[in-house]
Nanobody
């Protein structure tokens, strides 16, 4: 049974940092990319970042470039999202996603159109 178990998140002041984790297990077929998307109240879902399983290439949506860093620990089959310099507009529920996706500008399109696996989501709130 495939599981994406998320941890991290919480409440932080603007300018603060948080780290999200996503531990993947149960895959019988290797996923091609894993990463994160988010949904804020009243807004559309947004693909935030991903990392390719084969070559480690990464992708970031423009709004988080230079602030967020995605990484992976292959031994633990875990992916991380380090979020620095957080802004109120980063407030959202963050979801981990893994599947036969392309990691790049097509990340958001793929995760919402191609069957894969999503975590349960974790709330990130940036507020003073």
């Amino acid at each position: 049974q495939v599981q994406l178990v998320q941890s991290g998140g919480g409440v932080v002041q603007p300018g603060g940092s948080l780290r999200l984790s996503c531990a993947a297990s149960g895959f019988t077929v290797d996923y091609s990319a894993i990463g994160w998307f988010r949904q804020a109240p009243g807004k559309e879902r947004e693909g935030v970042s991903c990392i390719s399983r084969s070559d480690g290439d990464t992708y970031y949506v423009d709004s988080v470039k230079g602030r967020f860093t995605i990484s992976r620990d292959n031994d633990k089959n875990t992916v991380y999202l380090q979020m620095n310099s957080l802004k109120p507009e980063d407030t959202a529920v963050y979801y981990c996603a893994a599947g036969p996706y392309r990691c790049g500008s097509m990340w958001a399109e793929d995760i919402f159109q191609i069957p894969g696996y999503w975590g349960m989501g974790t709330q990130v709130t940036v507020s003073s």
